[in-house]
């Protein structure tokens, strides 16, 4: 059992790295997007994205950070795993706008869309099913989607008018 446990440990070791942060470094904050009824923890098909710069105000624990939130984030905790971080490595081109975003307690986000692109109909035996290729706010269109139609519908009836 023992040599078992120390194999299945050196995996994931290899992937592991340790992640360490000085007071008043810049870091980003990582904010899942929520399509629909999804929670926190759980990330669609569009990838997570990060707000920020924060400054690191202080290290509480081992690995957990205190942050410099705005007041527009005043409802949300300022303490965070390492885990939700990530270094800022400062870039001019680089401009990160979270005053558009409706953070939520969870640090979470609701994704709308913006618009339908395309629609498809995939054959099968015995029926077709219909799919709308949706663009996303704060998304380009490469990053558009292929959904249901009847989903998106139900959920976003505003599209279809």
Wanted: hydrophobic share 35%; glycine share 4%.
């Amino acid at each position: 059992m023992k040599v078992s446990q120390d194999r299945q440990r050196s995996y994931a070791n290899k992937r592991r790295r340790a992640l360490e942060f000085d007071v008043g470094d810049s870091v980003l904050l990582r904010v899942m997007p929520m399509k629909g009824i999804k929670r926190f923890g759980l990330s669609g098909k569009l990838s997570p994205r990060y707000i920020g710069p924060f400054e690191i105000l202080e290290r509480v624990g081992s690995i957990a950070y205190r942050l410099a939130l705005p007041p527009r984030l005043s409802h949300v905790h300022n303490v965070f795993h390492v885990s939700m971080l990530r270094k800022y490595v400062p870039d001019p081109k680089h401009v990160i706008d979270y005053q558009s975003l409706e953070v939520q307690e969870d640090v979470s986000y609701e994704e709308e869309p913006l618009c339908i692109l395309d629609r498809k109909e995939k054959v099968l035996r015995t029926r077709t099913i219909p799919y709308v290729k949706v663009q996303w706010q704060r998304h380009s269109p490469e990053e558009a989607t292929w959904e249901l139609e009847e989903k998106i519908q139900q959920s976003y009836p505003q599209l279809f008018i």
